[in-house]
């Protein structure tokens, strides 16, 4: 069984960074393509940005280019800069075990976390 454990949620300022991770427990991380949602209240769960496992391709949505980064190596990770209120959400991990596509799609993928909320005071 695979769990995803995130960390790294908290109550910022707007324009400060916070640096999410997740961990995969339970099998081979190599086997992934992994992704961040998030969702705030009120609305649906949004994707926000994606990565491969053979060779790091990145997609992001255009609500956090330029300043959201993620990343990989046995945790992935997103990094995220010059926050904004609008960023308040929690934000999810997910992981897939199909094809290696940096997809954008819920359906994608089979695994989720547990989610960590994020904060961003004006």
């Known amino acids: 069984q695979v769990q995803l454990v995130e960390s790294g949620g908290g109550l910022v300022q707007a324009g400060d960074s916070l640096r999410l991770s997740c961990a995969v427990v339970g099998r081979t991380f190599n086997m992934y393509s992994m992704a961040w949602f998030r969702q705030a209240p009120g609305k649906e769960r949004e994707f926000v940005a994606s990565i491969t496992w053979k060779d790091s391709y990145t997609r992001y949505a255009d609500s956090v280019k330029g300043r959201f980064t993620i990343s990989r190596e046995n945790t992935v990770y997103l990094q995220m800069d010059s926050l904004k209120p609008e960023d308040t959400a929690v934000y999810y991990c997910?992981?897939?075990?199909?094809?290696?596509?940096?997809?954008?799609?819920?359906?994608?993928?089979?695994?989720w976390g547990q989610g960590t909320q994020v904060t961003v005071s004006s």
């Open positions: 997910a992981a897939s075990t199909e094809i290696d596509v940096a997809a954008n799609y819920e359906d994608f993928y089979d695994y």
